[in-house]
């Protein structure tokens, strides 16, 4: 099953906290991203209360099918436990998020602070694999830090512990996001494990992506910060288009975003996210950050509040489209 889903599209959007959210990740889908990925589920919140933050991150519409759901904790019970309710819930996939760097998650043990010791890790793993019957996924990092960038140990971990599939960011927790991913360490894993990689780290466009592709032979790539306001990272036919087709799409695009949040979002934080994705999405407009201000600050209705973004898009559009132009050509 993995296999065929990366190939069905080798470029993927990466899950991120706040961001892709159930109507991102069906504007990704519809500029062709492969299958998408929830943003982490906390594994414990999921178990024992289920908090309104835990329901609305685990919800996801049937048109966003096949979908992988993030699961972040670190103990083998409650993990094996939240793996049940996301299989029962009707995911396909669940990854295992071993790669978060936040200190507020890996001071608790959760995320990257898995890989600081694979004996016990291993023990989550196999746990899970008992419990769960469809594929487990894992999402690591290089290592805790540059004395230990352990990945390539790690993985052959996985592997033997069942895991069907890995996404490796090669930077380590320490690093964050800072300095250049080591393409090197998934070339060493893609050699060592016989089950797919995804790739991910400074992919900034098709062209990187096919870079990673060829340098290290791995299955797909994963693209996170580079997708945030520019689902049209995914979409290789977006090139194809004229300048006027373009901003038709864009508009277009936004537009059905805002009505994909008026659906999901309740009533009381709508706006606030529909004021959230604008800014994501008014990079490389002249004067953006003021634009941001007047965004956030203003008591307009919401709906004069797109009208004006939208004006603010058309009359920066060969400035928007030179940017997207450097994270898509």
Not at 239 to 259: G, M
């Amino acid at each position: 099953m993995i296999k065929k889903l990366l190939e069905k599209n080798k470029l993927r959007l990466a899950p991120m906290a706040g961001v892709t959210n159930s109507p991102y990740r069906e504007i990704c889908l519809l500029n062709d991203a492969g299958f998408v990925t929830t943003e982490e589920i906390d594994a414990t919140s999921l178990v024992y209360n289920q908090s309104n933050r835990t329901k609305e991150i685990s919800s996801f519409y049937k048109r966003e099918k096949p979908i992988a759901m993030q699961l972040l904790g670190c103990d083998p019970k409650i993990m094996s436990e939240a793996s049940v309710i996301l299989q029962d819930m009707g995911a396909d996939i669940i990854d295992i998020n071993m790669g978060c760097p936040v200190p507020k998650i890996t001071k608790k043990g959760k995320g990257s602070a898995l890989m600081k010791d694979i004996s016990e890790t291993s023990k989550l793993v196999k746990t899970m694999r008992q419990a769960t019957k469809i594929p487990l996924t894992a999402k690591i990092r290089s290592g805790w830090n540059d004395e230990n960038e352990n990945a390539l140990e790690f993985s052959k971990m996985l592997e033997d512990e069942g895991i069907d599939s890995i996404t490796i960011h090669p930077r380590t927790r320490n690093q964050r996001y800072a300095g250049l991913s080591k393409w090197e360490i998934i070339k060493k894993i893609v050699d060592g494990v016989k089950i797919p990689v995804t790739g991910n780290g400074d992919i900034k466009s098709f062209k990187d992506a096919d870079d990673m592709i060829q340098f290290t032979k791995c299955d797909s790539v994963m693209i996170g910060r580079a997708a945030i306001g520019n689902p049209w990272i995914f979409n290789f036919n977006y090139q194809k288009l004229s300048d006027k087709e373009k901003l038709n799409k864009i508009i277009s695009d936004i537009l059905f975003h805002i009505e994909l949040m008026k659906d999901f979002f309740s009533e009381r934080i709508v706006d606030l996210q529909i004021k959230k994705q604008l800014s994501y999405y008014s990079k490389g407009f002249k004067n953006s950050k003021e634009l941001r201000l007047k965004i956030f600050r203003s008591d307009e209705n919401i709906d004069n509040i797109i009208e004006f973004f939208i004006l603010n898009l058309r009359e920066n559009f060969e400035m928007i489209e030179t940017n997207l132009e450097k994270t898509t050509a």
